[in-house]
């Protein structure tokens, strides 16, 4: 499995750590200021964080985790960017096509997160790297597209007692769930057959994909600043075509 | 009455004023019946905000929400 990390290296990283336990936050962090305390700002410093999926929900969920400040990120995508993503993917551009997600996702980081460690793994992860992963993370993030995948994964998550935060797109529609080793999960939205699933029919417009990204992250905010996790045994569900937010109980 | 919304692929099937007549003894299985949807593509089903099954018995004055598979990342 080919991995590729960016900076820092570990001295800067304890300098960081020292800084944040004197209250004081990095000049790149300011504006979280009061939103984010130094010690929650540590908090995310010290987080590891798997995102499955690079592509849709994957490129805006770790541009903004990249930016709030979580240390770690390992993503995976074998996928390439082509035409069809330019409508929603955050990281496709008309000179990437072609290129694996990950790579690209690794390289945008680099920019805009210095003190962040990327480590990209440019192949579609099978469920046995996931478990080999899965002890090095505090926290997963699925942002696959399909159904199968997103099943599987949660299995996967629950039976290794990982926490995963899963979020899903259908059209103007679109939900994001908590789920814990004894946590209900929104299974039953990811059965069937994959070439069955809204999404084919309704598409995955960016406003509900960044929407749902951007309510991943903040749940995955909570988790990392040791908070109650808002969408457990719930599923937040959003039609942004009628504005209406629902929670559901599982 | 019973207050139904249809979500996704699912939302055409939305009754008329997003209502039906209650009548003792209907169940959402019964309900999609009603509104012409095939039972393998509703994957899930809230009553009042509760996840519920096919079988579940509704009640008058009931919220129901109909869902497809969901899963575009």
Not at chain 1, 164 to 171: E, F, P
Not at chain 1, 179 to 205: D, H, Q, R, Y
Not at chain 2, 2 to 17: I, N, S, Y
Request: aromatic share 6%.
């Amino acid at each position: 499995m080919e991995v590729k990390s960016i900076l820092p290296n570990k001295s800067v990283r304890q300098k960081i750590l020292k800084e944040l336990k004197s209250q004081h936050l990095p000049n790149l962090w300011i504006k979280n200021s009061q939103a984010i305390s130094p010690k929650e700002q540590a908090c995310l410093f010290s987080s590891k964080v798997l995102v499955v999926g690079c592509g849709g929900l994957g490129g805006f969920v770790l541009e903004m985790l990249a930016r709030i400040g979580v240390g770690t990120l390992i993503f995976a995508d074998g996928d390439r960017f082509e035409e069809s993503n330019l409508n929603r993917q955050l990281y496709a551009s008309t000179s990437n096509l072609g290129q694996n997600k990950a790579k690209v996702a690794q390289a945008r980081l680099k920019q805009i997160a210095p003190l962040c460690r990327g480590i990209a793994i440019p192949r579609y992860l099978s469920l046995q790297n996931v478990v080999r992963i899965l002890p090095k993370c505090d926290l997963v993030l699925d942002c696959v597209g399909g159904i199968e995948f997103k099943a599987e994964l949660i299995h996967v998550c629950q039976k290794h007692q990982q926490t995963l935060i899963t979020g899903a797109v259908a059209g103007w529609e679109g939900f994001v769930s908590s789920i814990t080793a004894t946590s209900k999960s929104p299974l039953s939205f990811f059965s069937g057959v994959s070439t069955k699933s809204a999404e084919n029919t309704l598409g995955t417009p960016v406003t509900s994909v960044n929407l749902i990204a951007t309510l991943q992250v903040q749940e995955a905010i909570l988790w990392l600043t040791q908070k109650k996790l808002l969408c457990l045994d719930k599923v937040l569900y959003v039609s942004l075509d009628r504005f209406d937010f629902m929670w559901l109980k599982l | 009455m019973l207050e139904v919304k249809c979500f996704a692929t699912l939302q055409d099937h939305t009754p008329e004023g997003g209502k039906i007549d209650y009548r003792p003894g209907l169940t959402v299985r019964d309900v999609l019946k009603m509104l012409d949807i095939p039972e393998e593509e509703v994957k899930v089903v809230f009553v009042n905000g509760e996840y519920k099954d096919l079988d579940t018995s509704l009640q008058d004055g009931d919220r129901l929400g109909l869902f497809p598979a969901v899963g575009g990342g």
